[in-house]
């Protein structure tokens, strides 16, 4: 055969190169020409760094190799190819080749070579020493300061690679002594001096011992797959701490807690000093949008919570958060969780977080605003008991209760800690030489108590929703540091059936007086599965609603918190009416109408919050003492009365207990007298606000259509399909509940929050249109939104065609609440002389009736931008302190008055309105500086009482099933 034709015999035969891989024998020999021509080629090159072409070469060697071990790995047995690699130790020149090259694209297929190594099931690779030193060192010299900078691609192969190997590490422990060689039991030489013993236990951990632990720490702070692989392999190698003692020794010993503390104090440094919250200008919400709202400013000092830095960071530090709380649930060793705990405390809370907190203020630009959401993010995020207990118990100035002496702790591994613990002691001390302010002088509840007082809407609004979180989700510690409570020890502390009949009445008539036209019955079913739920998750009423396991064992689980110092156990108690918090809510309350909406929503979720937790009594606070019933026939006492009709039987008679007990249960039937005086604070002030709503249904003209007008500009808002969630950031290892980058399930109480109407399946053409005007007037598109402002949308609901299906007449009330109902029409927007002017009343016309609908549009803006103050109301009554707008048409183009453009206003025009706006300008200059919002913000704020008002009977009506509040007998 000529040359030509063996040249081309191999391209010619299409199955020759699978013979080569069926082949064990004809593989093998291909496997090691490709490894001589390999080492021939690395040895005759003198610098690989400058020899393109043996570098290129080199790489196509490397890539072979490893497709062949690939390809075999596949294949039935044997394996020589693999045998040949583990006998004659190919990895070694691998490694070497790979480090000395400082060639990228030869480092990546050295990677992928030990790779494939490593996953191979034969030949015990992972477990050989020789074979870890190899790949310790390739591994350390390549991502070594003095290193090749590597590109993303092969740093995330590397980092892979290490993660595969403490993968088999946490299946098999065994091959933990292959990559982990502690030094601290070998002899030392005899010049060693006490500096060098301190040094030992000083965290200065050689790095020599366990390289592929310091590799993944290096890398737990990146984003993407490089982070996540790094972070769980660290938790697979504390995990192993548990079967190691040697393993458990050096990670005390070693500088991780240091690292971990001063990792996440660098990027808690990052987040802004200054921040105001704000919504971004093409995505805010409905609720805002159909309000006096106005973006906040912000510059280069000050950053808004919208920007996409800030939640670049802020994503960040949580995802970091969360993996200390990812590591401390697979800790098994008490002794590295000790270490780990003790160096948060020390480094992150005492030098960072507390001082931010200390130092905070809401006249300097947003500090106290930025501070504050931190803190409530953190409180959200985290779910472990121990790192609550810390952050709390040092920020509430929680007095310290002294461990007790752990007695299966080994002695090895806590004299270590306590060395540990001792230099952590002495280097703290050193630095807050002159650092004197702690909790014990300021603590959290006073800058919480102080921000409630702040003249800044924005520093209120994050206060409230900081106390929110610290009541939904830890509410034990609030009890006895945030919240002035008081035990309930009396077996008539809850109200009567009468009672509660007549208080759940109250609330609902003075929703009814807002009145509506939707279907109001299917709303509250809604609010009252949705308050149920929120019932039921509080943590503290778990004890309450969760079912007894058995008949033996009637008591829960105690509190998994192994630090001493944790609140007990929540017992019964009741708010008092002098607690400065809940005073200081109701007297943001009071000012409801002029609120920003954002502040009136957080106010109405803290004292939501206030009432939820099953040990919390509402008697006093919320609802009407049981101890001031008075009934109509004896005002002056609380005895049962003896009803006249009935003659008792004798004491000592079978019938006489009978008796008695139909006796009680007639008296808890009854309802007490309603005396204004004995009502606390929080239904005077609703009482007062509605008196508000019926005075401004007297001045405002077509107030009820107007309201009716909005409530479905919000159902159309919310109809509308809500914009796909942005992808999901991978920051975090580990799943964690409270993850800021899953968000967690959306329960029915966020829709019951909002106290959505459903939306008609068939809308008004006529509506569908004002409220898109609305939206688009005000720059917001129409998306998700509800009179609460929530987003998330999770069940579809369905009411009643529109029309007069829709309308609910105001229920009459009882003669016993003294409220404002002069001006409350029987049906809102129907009352006496008085014609609906809604859009949908003229679709399908045309012509006059046209044009007589876009007059009263314009009316309808131009009442919506006036601006109105709060009525001074009474208890009982409503007196007028805000002028009647007049309602006037004018047409346009009107002599010279349309020049002007005094025409174009179709409210006020003419003489008579100059008089009008001149009046009203000098009793405003007589009055001073009285503060005025539109009527569109008055509407969106009476939506919002309504749905609390909802949400306050559901809270009422709930707890007395769920918690058995009512008094029968």
């Not at 929540?570 to 708010?575: A, E, K």
Request: aromatic share 8%; hydrophobic share 35%.
């Amino acid at each position: 055969m000529d040359f030509w034709s063996r040249l081309l015999t191999p391209l010619s035969s299409g199955s020759s190169r699978k013979d080569y891989a069926r082949d064990p024998i004809r593989r093998l020999h291909r496997f090691e020409k490709e490894y001589s021509q390999l080492l021939q080629t690395w040895r005759n090159s003198s610098n690989l760094a400058n020899d393109d072409d043996a570098a290129e070469s080199i790489e196509i060697r490397l890539q072979e190799l490893t497709n062949i071990l690939s390809d075999e790995s596949r294949r039935p047995l044997p394996h020589p190819c693999i045998t040949f690699a583990s006998r004659k130790q190919i990895y070694i020149p691998v490694a070497k080749v790979a480090t000395t090259s400082y060639n990228e694209w030869i480092v990546k297929e050295a990677v992928l070579f030990f790779a494939t190594l490593v996953e191979s099931e034969e030949e015990a690779f992972v477990e050989n020493d020789t074979f870890s030193a190899s790949l310790t060192n390739l591994l350390v010299r390549i991502t070594g300061a003095n290193s090749l900078r590597l590109g993303a691609d092969t740093e995330a192969r590397v980092v892979e690679l290490a993660f595969n190997i403490t993968t088999k590490i946490r299946l098999e422990p065994e091959i933990l002594s292959a990559w982990f060689k502690s030094r601290q039991n070998q002899p030392q030489p005899p010049n060693k001096d006490e500096q060098d013993e301190h040094e030992k236990f000083a965290g200065r951990t050689q790095r020599q011992d366990f390289p592929l632990f310091y590799l993944l720490m290096d890398y737990i702070h990146h984003d993407g797959k490089v982070g996540d692989f790094a972070r769980t392999g660290l938790l697979y190698i504390i995990e192993a701490a548990s079967s190691s003692v040697a393993l458990e020794q050096w990670i005390v010993e070693s500088d991780l807690s240091t690292l971990m503390a001063t990792g996440l104090g660098a990027l808690y440094s990052q987040l802004s000093r200054k921040l105001v919250i704000d919504h971004p200008a093409n995505d805010l919400p409905p609720i805002l949008a159909l309000s006096d709202y106005e973006h906040p400013k912000s510059n280069y000092e000050i950053i808004s919570s919208c920007s996409f830095e800030f939640q670049s960071h802020l994503d960040t530090f949580l995802s970091h958060l969360l993996f200390w709380q990812d590591v401390l649930n697979h800790c098994r060793s008490v002794e590295v969780k000790s270490t780990l705990l003790e160096h948060f405390q020390v480094i992150f809370l005492q030098q960072l977080l507390y001082p931010s907190l200390l130092e905070s203020s809401d006249i300097d630009g947003g500090s106290s605003v930025a501070v504050l959401t931190y803190l409530r993010r953190i409180l959200e995020s985290l779910d472990h008991p121990d790192m609550i207990n810390l952050i709390l118990h040092y920020l509430l100035a929680l007095p310290d209760i002294v461990p007790s002496a752990m007695t299966n702790s080994r002695n090895s591994v806590s004299a270590a800690r306590k060395r540990k613990s001792m230099d952590l002691a002495t280097m703290m001390a050193a630095q807050q030489s002159e650092i004197t302010a702690t909790p014990l002088l300021f603590n959290l509840v006073d800058l919480v108590l102080a921000c409630l007082r702040s003249q800044s809407h924005q520093t209120i609004d994050v206060t409230l929703q900081l106390v929110s979180a610290i009541l939904k989700r830890h509410h034990r510690y609030a009890v006895i540091t945030l919240l002035h409570t008081e035990r309930v020890r009396s077996e008539y502390a809850h109200r009567t059936v009468g009672a509660h009949e007549q208080e759940l009445e109250f609330l609902m008539t003075l929703a009814g007086v807002i009145g509506g036209q939707d279907n109001f019955d299917e709303i509250y079913e809604n609010v009252l599965r949705d308050t149920t739920v929120r019932l039921e998750g509080h943590p503290c009423s778990l004890k309450l609603v969760a079912p007894k396991v058995s008949v033996n064992n009637h008591k829960l689980p105690a509190i998994p918190d192994s630090l001493p110092g944790a609140p007990q156990d929540v017992p019964s108690h009741t708010l008092r009416p002098d607690d400065p918090v809940l005073n200081i809510i109701l007297d943001r309350l009071a000012t409801f109408f002029l609120n920003p909406v954002a502040t009136n929503l957080a106010v109405t979720e803290a004292i939501f919050d206030l009432a939820v937790c099953g040990f919390m009594n509402i008697e006093g606070w919320f609802l009407r003492n049981p101890r001031v019933y008075t009934y109509p026939d004896d005002p002056t006492t609380t005895t049962t009365p003896t009803e006249p009709s009935t003659i008792p039987p004798p004491p000592d008679s079978p019938s006489y207990a009978d008796f008695q007990k139909t006796q009680s249960i007639i008296h808890c039937r009854r309802r007490p007298h309603w005396t204004p005086s004995t009502l606390p604070r929080l239904l005077t002030v609703l009482q007062t606000l509605v008196d508000a709503v019926s005075s401004y249904r007297t001045t405002i003209p077509r107030f009820n259509d107007l309201l009716q007008q909005r409530r479905e500009a919000f159902q159309t808002a919310d109809a509308e399909p809500a914009p796909p969630p942005p992808p999901p950031r991978h920051n975090n290892a580990l799943s964690t509940p409270g993850s800021s980058a899953t968000p967690a399930p959306r329960t029915s109480s966020d829709v019951l929050r909002s106290g959505e109407p459903a939306p008609t399946p068939s809308r008004p053409s006529g509506l569908e249109g004002f409220a898109a005007r609305i939206l688009s007037e005000l720059g917001t598109p129409s998306r998700s939104g509800s009179p609460r402002g929530r987003k998330e949308r999770e069940r579809g609901r369905s009411t009643g065609s529109g029309g007069d299906a829709l309308r609910t007449p105001v229920p009459v009330p009882p003669k016993e609440f003294p409220l404002n109902f002069e001006s409350t029409p029987s049906r809102p927007g129907l009352g006496p002389g008085t014609r609906s002017y809604s859009p949908a009343d003229g679709r399908g016309c045309g012509g006059a009736v046209g044009s007589q609908l876009k007059a009263f549009e314009a009316v309808d803006q131009s009442i919506l931008a006036r601006r109105v103050g709060v009525p001074v109301t009474t208890f009982g009554g409503a007196g007028d302190k805000v002028a009647a707008i007049p309602l006037r048409f004018d047409k346009a183009g009107d002599g010279d008055d349309a020049g002007e453009g005094k025409a174009s206003s179709p409210v006020l025009g003419g003489e008579d309105d100059e008089d009008a706006a001149g009046d009203g300008s000098e009793a405003e200059a007589e009055e001073g500086e009285e503060e005025t919002v539109s009527v569109s913000h008055v509407l969106t704020n009476v939506i919002v009482l309504q749905n609390f008002l909802f949400e306050l009977a559901s809270l009422v009506q709930v707890r007395a099933g769920l918690f058995d509040e009512v008094r029968f007998v």
